[in-house]
C-alpha cells in the first residue's frame, strides 16, 4: 500500500532512492537536521518534500512521517483501535480527539479498507523489527515565519 514510500527512510544516489534496511518503516530520522522551508515557496502555493520522502511541507505547516515499527516510539503500544482509527478516521496516534492527521498521509484513500485488512496491516507493522525514533512533532503554519 506504499507505506515504505514516505515512512522509509532512503538512501538518495544519483541511480534513485534506495530503502536503508536497518531503518525500514521508522519514519523521519530524529537525529536528522531539519531546516526550515523557504516560506516564499509555501506563500506561493508550492509544497515541498525532502529527496527520502520523510518529510513534507505545504501551507498545513512541515509534516515528518511517523515511525510504523513495533518499538514503543512508534506504534508498539498501539492498540487495533488506536491504529483503525488512524487509518480510517485520519486521527493523530488513533486518539478519539487527537487532530487530524496532516498531508501527505492519503488517510482519506483507507476509510473504505475492510477490517480483515486493517487487521493484515496492523499484524505485519506489531512484527517489525523495533526502530527506536521519536519522531518530531509537525511545524504548524504560525510558526513558519514568511
Not at 34 to 54: C, E, N, Q, R, Y
Not at 78 to 84: A, L
Not at 101 to 121: G, K, Q, Y
Request: with cysteine.
Amino acid at each position: 500500500m506504499g507505506c515504505h514510500d514516505c515512512h522509509s527512510p532512503k538512501d538518495v544516489t544519483p541511480q534513485g532512492a534506495a530503502l536503508i534496511p536497518d531503518l525500514l518503516l521508522s519514519g523521519y530520522q530524529s537525529a536528522k537536521p531539519s531546516a526550515p522551508p523557504d516560506a516564499a515557496f509555501i506563500k506561493d502555493g508550492w509544497a515541498l518534500i525532502t529527496m527520502d520522502l520523510t518529510t513534507a511541507a505545504g501551507p498545513w505547516g512541515v509534516s515528518y512521517s511517523a515511525n510504523l515499527t513495533s518499538d514503543q516510539t512508534g506504534i508498539g503500544n498501539w492498540t487495533f483501535e488506536n491504529f483503525k482509527r488512524a487509518l480510517k478516521e485520519g486521527k493523530f496516534k488513533g486518539l478519539e480527539n487527537g487532530r487530524t492527521l496532516l498531508p501527505p498521509i492519503p488517510w482519506s484513500n483507507f476509510v473504505n479498507i475492510h477490517d480483515e485488512d486493517l487487521e493484515a496491516i496492523y499484524a505485519y507493522l506489531q512484527a517489525t523489527k523495533p526502530v527506536n525514533n521519536v519522531v518530531p512533532m509537525p511545524v504548524m503554519p504560525e510558526e513558519i515565519i514568511y
